[in-house]
């Protein structure tokens, strides 16, 4: 009977044996090879095997490869064998050179550190005997509290040389922070100090009554790269130092005013500074030149890095996916006195007493409702 299906297994079978008894009449005898017209029926127990005995060919395949030993166009197929492996010749720094220089521009690329490199932007170098100064974040007294800010500005006095740095630890703060954001250290040497990117902020609040954002911004400086534009700005960073950048720099302390700071994203070999930046409205076209307003702050931003750093000029990149323009922008000594001015004094008088006994942070209201 042909059951349910209406197919009879065993009759088909029956046909099957049948048809390739009478294919492979005359060519050989079932005694001359194994049962190989068989194929495999389901496995109902797997034993264990040496890896290139195992057949992982599909039914589909299995029936061809019987067709073509019925019809002896094929031996059977022997026991495979192991590829033998391609030599290949081992690398030199030379040719990881382009990709050594990507993964240094990723924070946790601790495999450099053992290269020669690059193992000094990550160590201490012990050849350099200079030692460098603490952090001005080491001024905090907890013990010293004054609801009277005069009282605690007498205490300052004792500290307002605490800022200056010799021309070696100078040098030497810059080597040590040449990664910049990446680098703890970069943090510490800058708090307390008005840097670059916080002088228009500086120059523009009052002495009397601070804003306690740029207060913090100088005093506490941290990770603030949060806002989206600013976030871009660093991911491609590094594009556009590729594009103009020859050579990289930490933070830069002038000892002439070290109450003062700046960071420019690198330094050219004609010895100027380089800032790239977003160009949201920082620029202007006079005619068919483009300059950098004069009333933003990264006009500001900028005059600081070339006074900070004793350059003839600064060039500001801006940088796109799609272009890129070189703004270069001179020294404006004009521009520059009042706001060193107001720096220093702000220093004296705000970033002292908010380092020493963290007057501003831990006091809701301003000092001028609270001397009255």
């Known amino acids: 009977m042909a059951g349910v299906a209406e197919t009879c297994t065993h009759i088909g079978a029956l046909l099957f044996k049948v048809e390739a008894t009478v294919r492979i009449r005359g060519t050989k005898t079932v005694t001359d090879e194994p049962a190989y017209w068989i194929l495999p029926g389901n496995l109902k127990k797997i034993h264990a095997e040496v890896g290139h005995k195992i057949g992982y060919s599909t039914s589909a395949s299995q029936k061809k490869i019987l067709d073509q030993n019925i019809l002896a166009e094929v031996s059977t197929p022997a026991r495979r064998s192991r590829p033998q492996k391609r030599k290949i010749p081992p690398a030199n720094l ?33 050849e350099q005997s200079v030692k460098l100064p603490l952090s001005l974040a080491s001024l905090y007294h907890k013990n010293i509290h004054s609801h009277d800010l005069s009282t605690l500005l007498l205490c300052c006095e004792k500290y307002k040389n605490a800022a200056i740095v010799t021309d070696e630890q100078a040098e030497a703060i810059e080597k040590h922070t040449r990664l910049q954001h990446k680098c703890s250290a970069w943090y510490e040497c800058r708090a307390g100090r008005i840097t670059a990117s916080s002088m228009h902020a500086v120059f523009a609040t009052s002495l009397e009554s ?48 070290p109450e003062l700071g700046g960071s420019p994203d690198g330094l050219t070999t004609c010895d100027c500074c380089v800032d790239a930046n977003d160009k949201n409205f920082c620029l202007q076209l006079s005619g068919s030149e483009l300059h950098l307003k004069k009333h933003h702050p990264y006009y500001t931003r900028v005059q600081t890095e070339i006074f900070v750093t004793k350059s003839n000029h600064c060039d500001l990149v801006v940088w ?13 000594q004009e521009f520059w006195e009042p706001r060193l001015q107001k720096a220093q004094s702000f220093f004296k008088n705000i970033c002292l007493p908010e380092l020493v006994g963290r007057y501003f942070s831990e006091h809701t209201c301003t000092p001028a409702s609270r001397e009255t």
């Not at 050179?97 to 946790?108: N, R, S, V, Y």
């Not at 601790?110 to 932007?121: A, D, F, R």
């Not at 130092?241 to 020859?246: L, N, T, V």
């Not at 796109?320 to 404006?332: E, G, L, S």
């Open 94 to 126: 030379e040719d990881l050179g382009p990709l050594l220089d990507t993964l240094l521009e990723h924070a946790k690329a601790v495999g450099l550190s053992g290269m020669e490199k690059y193992y000094t932007l990550f160590t201490h170098t012990e």
């Open 210 to 257: 601070p804003a306690l954002t740029v207060v913090k911004q100088v005093c506490n400086p941290g990770n603030t790269m949060s806002t989206v534009q600013t976030k871009w700005g660093v991911n491609h960073e590094v594009d556009a130092q590729r594009a103009y950048i020859k050579l990289r720099c930490g933070f830069i302390i002038n000892t002439d005013f």
């Open 320 to 332: 796109t996916q799609k272009d890129m323009a070189v703004v270069r922008v001179f020294p404006d």
